[in-house]
């Protein structure tokens, strides 16, 4: 399913040609098993209760459900097994957070984690066409500034979303909070989010420090026993 504007296009699925259908409050009146959101916070907060009314179960990947206390919030290697409180809406975390979480994971099990500063790298991809747009224009000398605030072809930025009124950004709030309710842990956060003048692939480093010592034979091992890695 679409928006009104893409309706009626079709997309190929191994082989086979569908056409979009728009996306309605009566979309869910047939009997649909697990649908997938990806079309942004104010369509899944709309959508999405709809669905689960009616029987379907949502896989949302957009920030609107992500801290509802009444939605699991799931990496499928880290934390399945709260994908059983579920009450129709599953949200996965942000792109930030859910790459960092796979690796994070095995070491926490062995060693416990205390305290964890991210570092992203973050692909204009994230932010869409737009995004793509600004990057490949700015590098033929042409400076567009539609999905960002500064040019970002040679550029880093050191804003992505909005900022909050704690001075950090709200995609820097996201990495805190969404990293301590998957990992059911009052961990200590940092994050500082970059955009950088990559086409896509977000890339971030991860400096932890943990409760009991660990090596860095015994993480590469605890990594090569991780699920997911
Ligand atoms: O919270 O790189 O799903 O701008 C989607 C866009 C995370 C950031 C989300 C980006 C956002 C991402």
Redesign the pocket.
């Known amino acids: 399913m679409s928006s009104y504007r893409s309706a009626g296009k079709t997309v190929k699925f191994k082989g086979q040609e569908y056409v979009l259908e728009e996306l309605t409050e009566n979309s869910f009146d047939k009997p649909i098993d697990i649908a997938l959101f990806s079309a942004g916070g104010s369509t899944s907060e709309k959508f999405a209760p709809i669905a689960a009314a009616h029987g379907c179960i949502v896989v949302d990947?957009?920030?609107a459900w992500?801290m509802n206390p009444e939605v699991p919030l799931v990496v499928p290697e880290v934390n399945p097994y709260d994908i059983d409180w579920n009450r129709g809406i599953i949200a996965n975390?942000?792109?930030?957070t859910i790459q960092a979480m796979v690796p994070m994971k095995p070491l926490h099990d062995k060693y416990g984690i205390k305290r964890v500063v991210y570092s992203t790298y973050?692909?204009?991809?994230?932010?869409?066409i737009k995004?793509i747009k600004d990057l490949e224009e700015g590098l033929k000398g042409n400076d567009i500034m539609v999905a960002y605030p500064h040019p970002i072809a040679g550029n880093c930025l050191p804003h992505?979303?909005v900022f909050t009124d704690n001075g950090y950004t709200k995609?820097e709030m996201?990495m805190y909070n969404e990293t301590r309710k998957i990992m059911h842990s009052d961990v200590q956060v940092s994050a500082t989010?970059v955009?950088v003048p990559a086409l896509r692939s977000?890339s971030e480093s991860i400096w932890i420090e943990t409760e009991r010592p660990v090596s860095v034979e015994e993480a590469r091992e605890a990594f090569a026993n991780g699920e997911g890695l």
Do not use: L, T, Y
């Open positions: 990947n957009s920030s992500r975390p942000n792109c930030s973050q692909a204009v991809s994230g932010s869409g995004g992505i979303d995609e996201k989010c955009r977000h």
